[in-house]
C-alpha cells in the first residue's frame, strides 16, 4: 500500500521562473493538503484540495495555486519565484470521515532551491 | 488565529533518561491535537493524536501524551528513550472536525548512546 509520493525529489529554479510540484495520496485518501516548510522551522499550511475544489487557504499569495483531479492527485504551483519560496513542500493527504477528517499522512516533500 | 509553541528547540539526553516536551496552543475552540515525529531521513509520521475522551492518550514507541485543556498544554512524553528516538518532534493542532493542521516549531532530539 504506497503512501503519499511527492515529485520531484529536489528541483532548482531561479527568480521568476514557474514551478509546478506533484502529489499522489495515500490509497482510500480524497483529501489533499500542501505545507511548506522553511529551513529550522515547523510546516506551514499553504492550502487544501477536497472534491477538486480549494476547501480551506493559508496566509500565502496568490502565486499559489492549486490543482485536484479526479484521482485525487494533485499539483501545486508557484509563480513568479522569489528566493523567499526556497523551502521543502510537503504533501498530506487523509480520508473525510462525515464531517471529520482522519488524521494526516505526509509524503517526502520536494525540495525547491531558488537562485 | 490559532498558534502553537514548542518550548524547547534543541534537547540532548542519554539514553534511559525520561523525555518530556511541552506544546502549547492558542485557540479558544474545540482542537484536536497531534504529535508528529520526524526521523532522520524519513517523513513526518504521526506518534499519536488526541480528538475526544481520555486525555491521556498513547502513542506509538512508548510514547504518551497528555491534554491538560485548562492549560492549553499537549505535552508529550516517554518514560525511558532510546537511541533510535533521536528525532524532530512537532505538536500540531487542528479544529475539531478540521484539517488544517498548525505546527508549533519542532523540537530536535538528541539521545546519546
Known amino acids: 500500500d504506497a503512501g503519499v509520493t511527492q515529485s520531484p525529489t529536489h528541483l532548482i529554479k531561479t527568480r521568476g521562473q514557474q514551478v509546478t510540484l506533484r502529489c499522489s495520496p495515500k490509497s482510500g485518501h480524497d483529501t489533499v493538503s500542501w505545507y511548506q516548510q522553511a529551513l529550522g522551522q515547523g510546516p506551514q499550511f499553504i492550502f487544501q484540495?477536497?472534491?477538486?475544489?480549494?476547501?480551506q487557504r493559508g496566509n500565502f499569495p496568490d502565486r499559489f495555486s492549486g490543482h485536484q483531479f479526479p484521482n485525487y492527485s494533485s499539483e501545486l504551483n508557484v509563480n513568479a519565484l522569489l528566493l523567499g519560496d526556497s523551502a521543502l513542500y510537503l504533501c498530506?493527504?487523509?480520508?473525510?470521515?462525515?464531517?471529520?477528517?482522519?488524521?494526516?499522512?505526509f509524503g517526502d516533500g520536494t525540495r525547491l532551491s531558488i537562485l | 488565529a490559532q498558534s502553537v509553541s514548542q518550548h524547547n528547540h534543541h534537547v540532548i539526553l542519554s539514553e534511559a533518561a525520561s523525555l518530556e516536551l511541552g506544546c502549547n496552543y492558542s485557540y479558544g475552540g474545540t482542537v484536536n491535537l497531534f504529535w508528529y515525529v520526524q526521523y532522520p531521513g524519513q517523513h513526518l509520521q504521526l506518534l499519536l493524536k488526541?480528538?475526544?475522551?481520555?486525555?491521556l492518550v498513547k502513542g506509538i514507541k512508548g510514547f504518551e501524551a497528555e491534554f491538560i485543556k485548562s492549560k492549553f498544554s499537549f505535552n508529550l512524553r516517554k518514560p525511558s528513550v532510546q537511541w533510535s528516538d533521536t528525532a524532530e518532534y512537532f505538536c500540531?493542532?487542528?479544529?475539531?472536525?478540521?484539517?488544517?493542521?498548525?505546527f508549533g516549531g519542532g523540537t530536535r532530539v538528541l539521545v546519546k548512546p
Open positions: 488526541y480528538f475526544s475522551g481520555d486525555p
Open positions: 500540531a493542532v487542528a479544529k475539531a472536525a478540521g484539517n488544517k493542521l498548525t
Open positions: 484540495y477536497y472534491e477538486e475544489e480549494e476547501r
Open positions: 498530506a493527504s487523509s480520508r473525510r470521515v462525515g464531517q471529520g477528517y482522519q488524521p494526516q499522512h
